[in-house]
């Protein structure tokens, strides 16, 4: 035979074998025998050409044959899954919310934790944990083996900005940091026009500069090609723009968005945050600092080489500093990330999301497991059946693969939806928040590849394994048993039940977490504000950045409660520099106070005490009664602290009950003498614990100080905030806001609101948070219960014979009821115990791991209700998925049982 | 319930020669092949695999069905497989057969009309 037609023959003959095996067995022999007839005429009539056609045509119609095949794979398992709705509705369902659910929860701590945008190599961020003085970064600038960079700044910082030097144009508030001119340096950003800061040309008393963020150029300057140079008008005072930043930079913790930047060197007119010279103040522990570490050099070395600098600091100052459980007096954290994190929030965001997102996936998974398997249990007899008429085994394990893929796609693809659209809903969500809090929540890419992956390779895996163990079993045992042969590799009490009784540990475990979660939560929703809160409204003022002097800013705060309770309607008018309620305040005004224990000596000394600074009838006001003592009046405001002079009178301050009793034990509290900053105050008043804030279940220790005219003059004040209390059926704060703008035209005021409206936007926020950690546990509950139901289903058409025998030999309904719950009850027991236990390790795990999260826990790990409630809850709900089938036992008929097989 | 034969109007090239050559006589992959190559005096030939794909389609379809019929022993091959046209396949055909001719008849009345 000529060479050219028998190796054209044998590419032939192989390509034709690797036909479908269907296509094989019908049309096999005769493309092998058409060939054999052809090729020898096709070499004759067309030579090299003709052969070379004949094989590419063959080469071409394989693949379309495979994919023929495949289409009506599909079409196949369509139209199966479509017979069982529930059962579908159920797989693509629970794998949509799982995947949705995860995707976004990872998401979402990944964009949390995740870099800053425009910032270089942010992993070689860090920052010490609080604030320090200005005089100590200084010192830390300069130690260059163990810092490459370092920048100190303040923020967020509020402006009122204006665009034109007209004093009468309305100011909008813009927040922005306070710089060194290391700042834009040490992050490693490069302007996207004009320049940035650096030590040659940012000198004190040079005219104001400022760099203002890429958004802030496009919204309020319509991206002027020009705006290098123009000027701003800041809290008063003009400065020329020297910079604009690269896109989607805002500043370094834009969780905190800052649109402006302005150096630290600016005055204290422009900024009165930088009133009273702190950059050469040694006890104005305001800045925060950030520094880039050299290459090489790890966080602890760093760490080191800045404690060892504070210290000496230290000694040099005579300064006392308190050095932590390590040792140390300064902790460096990473600070690469969108916000400000502590090493507890890390913690909360990192461990307990993560936990919690594995145990769902775990769940999804073991379910998904055990419907298929009970699903491929029961189709083994029409495998059998078309493995008798002659299907082969690859196709049908093909087209149970099929089925799995389509399955495990449409859930996939819904849960991407799902968690494109919860995403966005979390972006829309409103969160508490005195400044500024923005937080871009994208679905990850990696974690929705990484979800989708584990979730398709459980559906692909579960669905491929009953049809691999079903293919190898014995076909004519499998006809004559139905759905009772043995699996290979199956044991009675195997495999299914392991996955139910990991489910249900996996799902108790959840519930009691997601339960833990959401009465922590509720504990802080419907806590009580301790005061009134109809009728109360709520007004900022900002009057030094109006370019009111301090004197001026003192006189009007003095003078505005007696104005405005002239107002008709108005009972009461009050100040404090802090709002009640202000939501995701933990951070916000974190002092010290200590005890006198008289002779000099100091007593019990307090790290975490919130100091909020009040004016005359705070108390009344709010409708608060106090404990014991009196409250501040007007005197009060007059006096200085300032400085504390000999023979002076002593500056009151009143504290809550917390505050009283750590300080002070069970001793009275009034008359007694504390110590905040470098002032001694004496506690006149006591009042009661009044929560403030999110994440606060405990309560925290508070003093009360008179917000006087030097507490204006020296400290960096954000803002004042007006409480008006009204009558009922008024409209108040129209009123008030038309006397304020009669009196005081030039002042800006801002977040007017109604104190209602503050904690109906809180309780708003927690309700969000809990719907979906309910949302979690109810899962959890019904994939348990559709498992475990499921699996006593698969169990009753297992074991249909035995109860036909059982019921033709006179057992009665309850019986067979029995028997067949007691498979599910054994079941439910050992996944409840497991679960039980797992959840309380769990919590005690997390709780020690992050004090967020032993706040936001419930403070009872025993409360009865959840160590008793979930378990039985659980268990209830999967009894009655157990009883359904258990039930449809009973009407199995004994004749047709035995006679079916 | 069989399908309307209208339905599958206009037929693909490929099946219209697969069915003529199936008139009156039953026939084997090859013979097709054979036949439609001498039929066309070259211009079509049915390759192999496309020939195969095709008859899959047309049995799929229900136009033409395996014949149980078999030559004498001696000039049988076990390995081949005889088709023959349904009834089915051969209406189709015919419809297919007329619209074409009806094709033909407007193209010449056209002509007809251009050449006065």
């Not at chain 1, 497991?369 to 699903?375: E, V, W, Y």
């Not at chain 1, 002079?645 to 750590?662: C, F, M, R, S």
């Not at chain 2, 192999?48 to 091959?77: H, M």
């Amino acid at each position: 035979m000529n060479p050219r037609v028998s190796i054209c023959l044998a590419l032939y003959r192989r390509l034709a074998s690797a036909y479908p095996h269907e296509f094989r067995m019908l049309y096999g022999g005769d493309l092998d025998r058409l060939g054999e007839d052809a090729i020898p005429e096709v070499s004759r009539r067309y030579g090299l050409l003709g052969l070379l056609r004949l094989l590419a045509d063959i080469s071409i119609r394989l693949p379309a044959t495979y994919f023929t095949e495949i289409r009506q794979d599909t079409v196949y398992a369509l139209r199966k899954l479509a017979q069982s709705p529930g059962f579908t509705a159920v797989a693509v369902l629970s794998l949509a919310i799982g995947i949705g659910m995860c995707c976004v929860a990872l998401s979402e701590s990944q964009s949390i934790a995740g870099p800053p945008p425009g910032v270089r190599d942010p992993a070689a961020l860090v920052t010490i944990r609080g604030q320090v003085s200005y005089p100590y970064f200084e010192r830390y600038r300069d130690q260059h083996q163990a810092v490459a960079n370092a920048t100190a700044f303040l923020g967020l910082v509020p402006f009122a900005v204006a665009f034109t030097g007209d004093k009468h144009t309305r100011a909008e508030r813009i927040y922005g940091h306070l710089v060194s001119p290391e700042y834009f340096t040490t992050l490693g950003v490069t302007p996207a026009a004009g320049r940035f800061f650096a030590p040659e040309t940012e000198k004190p008393g040079m005219p104001p500069v400022v760099v203002i963020s890429d958004r802030f150029w496009r919204k309020h300057l319509g991206a002027d090609p020009l705006a290098v140079g123009r000027t701003l008008r800041l809290n008063g005072s003009m400065a020329t723009i020297v910079g604009i930043g690269p896109k989607d930079f805002l500043g370094i913790w834009p969780a905190n968005p800052a649109d402006l930047f302005v150096p630290l060197t600016c005055a204290g007119s422009l900024a009165p945050e930088l009133g009273g010279d702190p950059l050469h103040a040694q006890d104005r522990e305001i800045f925060r600092v950030v520094f880039r570490l050299p290459q090489g050099v790890p966080i602890p070395a760093a760490e080191a080489a800045l404690d060892a600098a504070t210290r000496s600091l230290d000694r040099e100052n005579g300064i006392q500093n308190d050095r932590d459980r390590k040792g140390r007096v300064v902790r460096l954290i990473p600070a690469g990330t969108v916000m400000y994190m502590t090493p507890d929030l890390t913690a909360y965001i990192r461990t307990f999301n993560i936990v919690l997102w594995t145990l769902v996936l775990s769940l999804l998974c073991a379910n998904l497991a055990s419907l298929l398997l009970a699903r491929g249990s029961q189709r083994r007899r029409e495998i059998a059946v078309r493995l008798s008429v002659g299907a082969s085994r690859p196709r049908l394990v093909r087209q149970f693969l099929t089925e799995s893929v389509l399955l495990s796609f449409s859930g996939g693809v819904a849960g991407i939806a799902l968690a494109y659209g919860l995403a966005r809903a979390i972006n829309s969500m409103p969160v508490p928040s005195a400044t500024p809090f923005e937080f871009n929540c994208q679905p990850d890419f990696h974690v929705l590849a990484i979800t989708l992956a584990v979730a398709l390779a459980a559906g692909i895996g579960f669905g491929l394994a009953p049809a691999l163990s079903s293919v190898r079993a014995d076909i004519g045992l499998t006809l004559k048993q139905g759905a009772q042969a043995p699996l290979v590799g199956y044991r009675r009490f195997g495999l299914r039940n392991l996955f139910v009784v990991g489910q249900m540990t996996a799902s108790l475990m959840l519930l009691l977490l997601t339960w833990y979660m959401v009465t922590g939560f509720l504990n802080s929703a419907h806590l009580d504000p301790g005061f009134e809160t109809a009728n109360l409204n709520l007004i900022s003022l900002d009057p030094v950045r109006d370019g009111y002097s301090a004197e001026a800013t003192a006189a009007l705060l003095s003078g505005l409660p007696e104005e405005l309770s002239r107002v008709t309607g108005v009972r009461g008018v009050t100040l404090t520099d802090s709002v009640p309620f202000a939501g995701l305040a933990a951070e916000q005004a974190n002092t010290r106070v200590s005890a006198s224990a008289g002779a000099g000596k100091t007593g019990q000394v307090l790290h975490a005490v919130f100091r909020e600074r009040i004016g005359a009838g705070y108390f009344v006001t709010l409708g608060v009664p106090l404990l014991g003592g009196r409250e501040f009046d007007r005197r009060d405001q007059q006096l200085d602290d300032s400085s504390e002079t000999k023979g002076a009178p002593a500056i009151p301050a009143i504290l809550n009950q917390t505050a009283a009793h750590e300080l002070f034990g069970a001793e009275e509290p009034i008359g007694r003498r504390v110590r905040e900053g470098e002032m001694n105050y004496t506690v006149v008043g006591l009042t009661h614990d009044v929560q403030s804030g999110l994440l606060m279940t405990k309560t925290v220790a508070t003093v009360f100080l008179p917000l006087t005219a030097s507490a204006f003059r020296s400290n960096p004040a954000q803002r004042a905030t007006i409480l008006v209390r009204g009558s009922a059926g008024r409209d108040t704060l129209t009123a008030v806001r038309r006397q304020l703008a009669s009196l005081h035209p030039d002042l800006t005021i801002f977040n007017v609101h109604t104190m209602q409206e503050d904690l109906d936007r809180m309780n708003s926020f927690v309700k969000w948070d809990s719907a979906i950690y309910v949302i979690l546990g109810l899962f959890a509950l019904l994939l348990a219960s559709i498992g475990l139901g499921g699996v006593t289903a698969y169990a009753v058409v297992r074991r249909r014979k035995e109860i036909g025998i059982r019921m033709a030999l006179g057992a009665g309904s309850r019986q067979v009821q029995g028997l067949v719950m007691r498979e599910g009850t054994v079941l439910v027991v050992v996944g409840s115990v497991l679960g039980l236990g797992g959840g309380l390790t769990l919590w005690r795990v997390l709780s020690s791991a992050s004090d967020v999260l032993a706040r936001t826990f419930s403070k009872r790990a025993d409360d009865p209700l959840l160590f008793y409630g979930a378990p039985l809850l659980l268990a209830g709900l999967a009894m009655l998925a157990c009883y359904l089938p258990a039930r449809r036992a009973t009407d199995i008929d004994p004749v047709s049982a035995l006679r079916e097989e | 319930m069989s399908r309307d034969p209208r339905d599958f109007l206009p037929i693909h090239n490929n099946w219209f020669h697969i069915l003529l050559s199936l008139v009156g006589a039953e026939q084997h992959g090859y013979g097709i092949m054979q036949e439609v190559l001498e039929r066309t005096n070259g211009t079509v030939r049915l390759w192999p695999a496309t020939l195969y794909g095709s008859l899959k389609r047309l049995i799929g379809d229900g136009l033409i069905e395996e014949s149980d019929e078999r030559p004498v022993a001696e000039l049988d091959d076990a390995r081949r497989r005889y088709y023959k046209l349904t009834k089915l396949g051969r209406t189709v055909l015919e419809l297919e057969c007329e619209r074409l001719q009806e094709m033909v008849r407007m193209m010449q009345k056209k002509r007809k009309q251009e050449a006065y």
